[in-house]
């Protein structure tokens, strides 16, 4: 096997399956790099893509497409039979077998030789990468066929209760332990509690190196009541109850935002934005806004915060003190004395930084500022012309959540050519927006294509928008929640639970998984199960209903690689890790004990994990019931929407 010729096994795993692929890997270390080859998965993941079948679906109805070596027997054998049972009118004059012979090869030659490059073409378009970027096509063959599974993070209890009630997670984000911002490992998730605390759990997979703690685990926690609308609050159960109220009553998605390089992270509470330091879990500073906190933006030093209220945006610097900007007070008993941009409709509820990336002598504090809400536009913002409105780009849907991308999707340039001969490149300023929401009802997914800043009009009122595509037809019946960039592709969630992988082109599918997938099966043999109302004293039900925010972990540390391994939803309540596994990431109980687990012994955990796997069986259990009563329903419903002829049934 070592004497043979690269293409020679580059032709034999092409008839190899992916399952063969990996077995061939360990055979040795030229075939393992030969096995890992770029081009061979980027073949493979293109071969078996919609994009390509599509393809072959319209070449086959325009009577283009060449038979598969498997398909060309029988379409011999149904040409044959076609003509034995309609023969030709007139019958074909005899030639001579020399004179054929040569120009049926010619055109059989030029035939093949037009299909290579029609699939070469189709290739060129569909490859999703851009000039600069690193693609691991291994990677992306995986997280496109392989099996998902989803593990719950460990739930931490209520410290000054019986010890065994859950509490509900209030937010997320990520924190990155590299001190620099090319290190984006975000190996330490940060969630504020109900009960006012601050909770970090670790994400750091045990082969690179794991923290204190186990994968997945409650790693650190602060006391209860710590964070709240008026500052730092005293300890104790009346101080808890109230942070937990207030926490409860928010209900904000982008309430969370870690600067990596400080090591700070900034929750909101209602109208109160605390600053918290990550390694001693104390609030070090807190800000009063004159409304409720809607969103928060991501944060980079040094570039400001951008706060979000219901009536008003905000920038947060936190190198500057309270009182230094001197621009006066909005309301009596707030602390806000920095300019504001007031909000013509309420309801912001996403906040997308956008950087000059690969722009010569960009200051830290330049780029726009994109606000999105329950409002029929996304209002752009110039931070070096704060607080004036820069322009907006109409969406007419009311929007939930927002990303970009450092370059324009080739599809919505039109200026890009229908065999795209050079990639566009982030290092040219354009970006694209991805938002989605929902439109009269149904999901909405919506691609911006911004111009660089270069080739924007000087005019601060015009729109630096070229091109844009609104997926209101294929994205989901119900409204979207979040939306990510996964790797070459784009992942968002809907209200039914259902994560949705497209490419960049914002229409084609790549894949679809609901996050109940896994309650529908549920064990027959349980003795608890003795029907639907089994277990309806639970105190809670372990159901993830619907993933509210997505966040892609990656474990690239540097370079050109986008977010490309698992993710990190968050459903309202609790945690979850989806991973492309046949087997989960880890085994973690449903609920931890108070506190860190640090100070536990091996009894204590075994007696609080017992009682928690049972309750978490019987909801289970109760839950597949249930779904499978509504499906019942459901289906009866749509049997009678055909006035008892069956029209309107459809049983799975």
């Known amino acids: 096997m070592d004497g043979l010729p690269a293409e020679l096994i580059f032709l034999i795993t092409s008839f190899l399956l992916p399952v063969d692929i990996v077995t061939l890997q360990l055979v040795s270390r030229r075939l393992f790099r030969l096995a890992r080859d770029e081009k061979l998965w980027r073949v493979r993941c293109f071969n078996e893509s919609q994009a390509e079948a599509l393809r072959k679906r319209r070449a086959l109805l325009a009577g283009t497409l060449s038979p598969s070596p498997q398909a060309s027997p029988v379409q011999a054998a149904a040409s044959s039979l076609l003509q034995a049972n309609h023969p030709p009118l007139v019958e074909p004059s005899p030639v001579s077998t020399s004179a054929s012979t040569t120009p049926t090869t010619v055109l059989d030659r030029s035939s093949e030789s037009s299909v290579e490059n029609k699939r070469l073409s189709a290739v060129a378009n569909w490859d999703p990468a851009y000039a600069s970027e690193e693609v691991d096509w291994y990677e992306e063959y995986i997280h496109r066929h392989a099996p998902i599974s989803l593990s719950p993070l460990r739930q931490p209890c209520d410290s000054l209760g019986d010890g065994r009630s859950s509490l509900e997670v209030r937010g997320m984000a990520l924190f990155n332990q590299g001190s620099s911002e090319e290190s984006r490992q975000g190996k330490i998730v940060v969630a504020p509690l109900d009960d006012g605390s601050v909770s970090l759990w ?243 997914l919506e691609l911006y294509g911004l111009s660089p800043p270069t080739q924007r009009p000087k005019s601060p009122h015009r729109h630096a928008q070229h091109s844009s595509f609104k997926n209101r037809q294929s994205a989901s019946s119900s409204k979207l929640l979040s939306v990510a960039a996964h790797g070459t592709r784009l992942v968002f969630s809907d209200a039914n639970g259902t994560l949705k992988w497209v490419e960049r082109d914002g229409s084609t599918g790549v894949r679809q998984w609901n996050i109940n997938a896994k309650l529908s099966r549920a064990p027959r043999d349980n003795p608890t199960s003795n029907g639907i109302f089994a277990a309806a004293s639970s105190e809670s039900s372990a159901t993830l209903d619907a993933a509210i925010k997505l966040l892609c972990v990656s474990s690239d540390s540097g370079g050109s690689h986008l977010p490309t391994d698992d993710i990190l939803l968050w459903t309202g309540e609790r945690l979850a890790l989806l991973t492309f596994s046949a087997h989960p990431a880890f085994s973690s109980p449903a609920t931890s004990l108070s506190g860190t687990n640090a100070d536990a012994g091996p009894s204590d955990v075994k007696a609080a994990e017992e009682p928690s796997a049972r309750r978490q069986e019987q909801e289970r259990v109760y839950g597949a019931t249930m779904r499978r009563a509504l499906e019942m329903q459901a289906d009866e419903v749509r049997f009678m929407q055909g006035l008892g002829l069956g029209l309107g049934a459809a049983r799975r």
Not at 361 to 374: K, S
């Open 202 to 444: 670790n994400l750091q997979r045990p082969e690179h190196g794991s923290a204190k703690g186990r994968y997945g685990d409650v790693i650190a926690r602060s006391r209860p009541g710590l964070l709240s609308i008026n500052g730092q609050s005293k300890q104790g159960r009346s101080r808890t109850t109230l942070g937990r109220a207030t926490m409860t009553s928010t209900g904000i998605v982008e309430c969370v935002s870690v600067d990596n390089v400080r090591k700070k992270a900034y929750f909101a509470v209602q109208s109160g934005l605390n600053e918290v330091d990550l390694e001693t879990l104390q609030v070090v500073s807190h800000k009063r806004f004159p409304y409720s906190i809607a969103a928060l933006s991501e944060t980079t030093y040094p570039v400001p915060l951008t706060v979000a209220t219901t009536l008003s945006l905000h920038l947060h610097d936190p190198r500057v003190g309270p009182g230094e900007s001197g621009a006066g007070k909005l309301l009596e008993g707030t602390t806000d004395c920095t300019e504001y941009a007031p909000m013509f409709q309420p309801g912001p509820q996403s906040i997308a930084h956008v950087r000059p990336h690969g722009i010569a002598g960009g200051a830290a504090g330049d780029g726009d500022i994109y606000v999105a809400g329950r409002f029929s536009s996304i209002m752009n913002y110039d931070r070096r012309y704060w607080p004036r409105l820069r322009c907006t780009l109409h969406s007419g849907a009311r929007l939930s959540s927002m990303t970009t991308l450092p370059f324009v999707i080739p599809s919505l340039d039109p200026a890009a050519p229908t065999v795209p001969v050079q990639k566009p490149s982030a290092s040219t300023g354009a970006h694209t927006i991805v938002a989605c929401g929902e439109y009269n009802g149904r999901g909405s």
